[in-house]
């Protein structure tokens, strides 16, 4: 599976968590970090039992505390965007439980059973006109 083993994306295909050195800053840390809320980084928590006047805001959250929240729930993200010219402001992304990490190689079992339906046992298109001659130019092959 990789490196993308351990990532994490919410349901709507954002990146919750990844331990991933070249993602730093994407989702959440592992653990909470007082840290984070010094530097201007909070996190906030919406549960269906829980009213909007009632979440949690403001907190330091960390992947280690939410990663088993069920659906309905959401974990917000807000922090400083100094990206764009005109300074910085501040940001604040949705995540949306359940979490999950994605079985690339049962998704590719997936996408190869649908192909074999659609286009035979092999899972390929039957052979152009001129695919049998490597020196065919692209306008041959379109013909």
Not at 76 to 103: C, E, H, N, S
Request: glycine content about 10%; overall charge negative; aromatic content about 8%.
């Amino acid at each position: 599976m990789g490196r993308n083993m351990h990532t994490w994306y919410d349901q709507t295909g954002r990146i919750i968590f990844t331990p991933s050195k070249g993602l730093v800053g994407v989702g959440l840390p592992r653990m909470a970090r007082k840290a984070d809320l010094k530097a201007g980084i909070s996190y906030g928590l919406r549960t269906p039992d829980r009213p909007e006047e009632n979440q949690q805001q403001g907190i330091a959250l960390g992947w280690d505390d939410v990663r088993d929240l069920p659906a309905g729930c959401t974990v917000t993200k807000t922090f400083p965007d100094d990206t764009l010219p005109g300074g910085p402001v501040q940001r604040t992304i949705a995540y949306q439980a359940p979490f999950v990490r994605p079985d690339r190689e049962e998704d590719y079992r997936v996408a190869w059973a649908f192909f074999e339906r659609e286009h035979g046992d092999d899972g390929h298109r039957p052979p152009m006109q001129n695919a049998k001659d490597p020196t065919a130019t692209e306008d041959e092959l379109i013909q």
